[in-house]
């Protein structure tokens, strides 16, 4: 089996999951909306880009979408909230789609609808698609388009998600399901991330064999994980760049946010990164742009959706070419 493509490969479209639901969003939602038909604007790239599919749950949200981006595809599907990275297909090489169970991060946040959309966004595209009997989230791996992939174990093998499964037991199933032949775990994510450390805050492949991970800044919560993780990687043979780390990043109440540059998209014209005011926010941008230098490194603030628990990365999930 082909493993998916890497997202730096071409992409006919993306699906970007718009916010709907008030009640989610409260205060938050008109900002939250503005910063999604940024990010959408961004990766049309005025048309130099890919097609941008905004997936919306009901007319409401259709409309809102359709006056913030003509440019967009609009599509309505009900779903729980916007992380079509966890909740989306997973397109393979060969053109087809995998779906995976969806639990609500481990029973965290069961919404109507998030366990269904993927399937049902397959069924729309005409995508024929498979059903995998066990938990998996996109969010949770990221791979090179070689069969190598890394992920945490923080997340993968916690029990709050397939508690029947062994380490073992879910490479095999990465390898039969996905094509992922060369698992690279890592350990803990980011703290106070309500995924269990969704390795694409932490760790992202920017070129066969070649990660990126967040380089520490003064005060960061996380610098015991990101120094892990660059001793996890290099032991295995995987080239390590780093970016620069927004540091500590706090919501309203002063709780320490999982604030990252890492859950930035690569698109077939852009790579959009999320911008939090943060001193580091221009360096991050820098950083990412030399690692892509056939595509623009855009930085646009994500305050709004990071509320809601993720960034630019968690509300997209591309459409191979």
Known sequence: MLPPPPEWAHHDAVWIGFPSHPELWLEDLEPARDEVAAFARAV?????????????????????????APFATIEVQPFGDIWLRDTGPIIVGDGSARLFRFN????????????????RLAEARGVAARACGWVLEGGAI?????GTAVTTRQCLLNRNRNPELGQAEIEARLAGDLGLTRIVWLGDGLLNDHTDGHVDNLARFVAPGRVAIPEAAENDPNWQVYAQARRDLTA??????????????????????????????????????????????QAAVAAIQALFPGREAVGLRADAILTGGGSFHCISQQIPA
């Open 236 to 281: 295995v043979g995987l080239e390590v760049v780093t970016i620069p780390s927004p540091g500590r990043v706090l919501n309203e109440d002063e709780d320490i946010v999982p604030a990252s540059y890492m859950n930035f998209y690569i698109g077939n014209a852009a790579v959009v990164v999320p911008l939090f005011g943060s001193d580091n926010d």
């Open 104 to 119: 609500g991060w481990g029973g965290k946040y069961d919404l109507p609808g998030d366990d269904s959309v993927g399937a």
């Open 44 to 68: 049309h790239a005025g048309g130099r880009g890919e097609t941008v599919v905004l997936v919306c749950a009901d007319s409401e949200a259709a409309d809102a979408a359709r006056e913030r």
């Open 142 to 146: 990221d791979g090179d388009g070689t």
